[in-house]
């Protein structure tokens, strides 16, 4: 089974400049979330989404970040403008749903985007 | 402060020894997960734990999670340089449906 895929694993941009991540999560996986992970720190989530339908997005900088996931499966996160501090490596992860009663299910991880911001 | 809190945040040890990482919350915990990442790398999903007292095991691998759901631990034993990396610790907290994680513990095996 092919896991969560993300491109590309490299960026480098000047700041105020523009970048897009795509990920394509586990085939069948109905959650998909975007993280943030700066060097030293655990990763903190940004936006989840259930099938096309955003969940969560309280922890997204909304006035640079958008994310959307038109049709349910692929997803795309963009920064615009782009500041030094979002230097940080940027992953995608996937469930199959959010919930078995109280309990997330278990998210799968791509191998990340590492962005570095000039 | 940290919903999650790991410790040590690096450990340095012998192959062969053993190890062992915390992760504690000062909330109920309802859903733990532990994942190994390499420098660079997505994160590679090892153990889940849910009811008070649970403990699971994979190859050399144990995660425990206490009676309380407030503190989980992974042990290691006898280290190998495969098992190099860093640890996370993600987790539920008082059943928000999302996953927090800890600040990760950096695991160096010398040889």
């Known amino acids: 089974e092919a896991g969560v895929a993300q491109s590309p694993r490299y960026k480098i941009i000047e700041k105020r400049q523009s970048v897009a991540f795509w990920c394509n999560p586990i085939s069948g996986h109905a959650t998909l979330y975007w993280y943030q992970q700066i060097l030293g720190q655990g990763p903190k989530l940004l936006i989840q989404?259930?099938?096309?339908?955003?969940?969560?997005d309280s922890q997204l900088p909304k006035d640079r970040f958008s994310a959307e996931r038109l049709k349910g499966v692929d997803s795309t996160l963009k920064i615009q403008p782009a500041k030094l501090e979002d230097s940080a490596v940027y992953l995608c992860?996937?469930?199959?749903?959010?919930?078995?009663?109280?309990?997330?299910?278990?998210?799968?991880f791509g191998p990340g985007t590492r962005l570095t911001v000039l | 402060s940290q919903e999650l809190e790991q410790s040590p945040q690096s450990l340095i040890v012998q192959e062969g020894k053993n190890l062992t990482i915390n992760c504690t919350s000062s909330?109920?915990?309802?859903?733990l997960y532990w994942y190994k990442q390499k420098y660079g790398e997505g994160l590679i999903f090892l153990m889940m734990l849910q009811k008070g007292g649970e403990e699971k095991s994979h190859e050399k691998i144990t995660a425990k999670l206490d009676e309380k759901k407030q503190q989980s631990s992974l042990h290691i034993t006898a280290s190998q340089p495969s098992h190099a990396g860093i640890y996370l610790c993600g987790a539920d907290i008082q059943g928000a449906q999302k996953l927090v994680f800890g600040q990760g513990t950096r695991l160096t095996i010398n040889p």
């Open positions: 909330k109920t915990l309802y859903g």
């Open positions: 989404f259930q099938n096309n339908g955003v969940v969560d």
């Open positions: 992860a996937s469930s199959f749903r959010i919930t078995s009663g109280i309990i997330t299910d278990t998210q799968y």
